[in-house]
Nanobody
Framework: QVQLVESGGGLVQAGGSLRLSCAASGRTFSGYAMGWFRQAPGLEREFVAAIRWTSGTTYYADSVKGRFAISRDNAKNTVYLLMNSLKPEDTAVYYC?????????????????WGQGTQVTVSS
């Protein structure tokens, strides 16, 4: 079982930066993957970024590539999402997700464990 605790959301001006954190606890294994998804009002939940824990392989949505960076702290079982050059269209609730043996890391249906979500609001 995995529990996820998110932090770091808030209100920021366009062009600014935020760093989200997601700490995993419980029964974790080296083979799991963690990802970030977001959902804006009236829209479907969409993939943002993911990382395979042991290899460090990262994946990004085209909309955030070059602006966002996902990283991990192995000792703390924590994944980060550094968001730079934020745009108003980045405004959404951001969710951390985790799972074991995930093949399609960009697909939200693949993740059984989810955090509570943290609000990111970007003003213009």
């Amino acid at each position: 079982q995995v529990q996820l605790v998110e932090s770091g959301g808030g209100l920021v001006q366009a062009g600014g930066s935020l760093r989200l954190s997601c700490a995993a606890s419980g029964r974790t294994f080296s083979g799991y993957a963690m990802g970030w998804f977001r959902q804006a009002p009236g829209l479907e939940r969409e993939f943002v970024a993911a990382i395979r824990w042991t290899s460090g392989t990262t994946y990004y949505a085209d909309s955030v590539k070059g602006r966002f960076a996902i990283s991990r702290d192995n000792a703390k079982n924590t994944v980060y999402l550094l968001m730079n050059s934020l745009k108003p269209e980045d405004t959404a609730v951001y969710y951390c997700a985790a799972g074991f043996g995930i093949v399609l890391v960009t697909t939200n249906d693949e993740y059984p464990y989810w955090g509570q979500g943290t609000q990111v609001t970007v003003s213009s």
